[in-house]
Nanobody, 124 residues
Framework: QVQLVESGGGLVQAGGSLRLSCATS????????MGWFRQAPGKEREFVAA????????YHADSVKGRFTISRDNAKNTVYLQMNSLKPEDTAVYYC?????????????????WGQGTQVTVSS
């Protein structure tokens, strides 16, 4: 059974940091792209960042460039999202997802596996 399990969310003050983790199991994701998306109440799901498991190429949304960094640990089959300089507008449920090879990394429809999400709340 394929599982993506997010952790690391919580409540933090503006300017603070959090590191989200996405532990994968049930299959190998070599050749896949791993992505982070977020969804705030009343808003559509939004692309945050993605990484190709093989090669490690990374992509970040303009809204988080310079503040967030996606990375992976092959040995632990885990993907991370380091979030620095957090802003209240970063408040959302953050989801980890996996897509077979695709060039449309920011398109949520390309992702076939999803985690349950972890809440990130940034207070002003």
């Amino acid at each position: 059974q394929v599982q993506l399990v997010e952790s690391g969310g919580g409540l933090v003050q503006a300017g603070g940091s959090l590191r989200l983790s996405c532990a994968t199991s049930g299959r190998t994701f070599r050749g896949y792209a791993m992505g982070w998306f977020r969804q705030a109440p009343g808003k559509e799901r939004e692309f945050v960042a993605a990484i190709r498991w093989s090669g490690g190429s990374t992509y970040h949304a303009d809204s988080v460039k310079g503040r967030f960094t996606i990375s992976r640990d092959n040995a632990k089959n885990t993907v991370y999202l380091q979030m620095n300089s957090l802003k209240p507008e970063d408040t959302a449920v953050y989801y980890c997802a996996a897509a077979e090879w695709t060039s449309r990394l920011s398109n949520a429809l390309e992702y076939v596996y999803w985690g349950q999400g972890t809440q990130v709340t940034v207070s002003s």
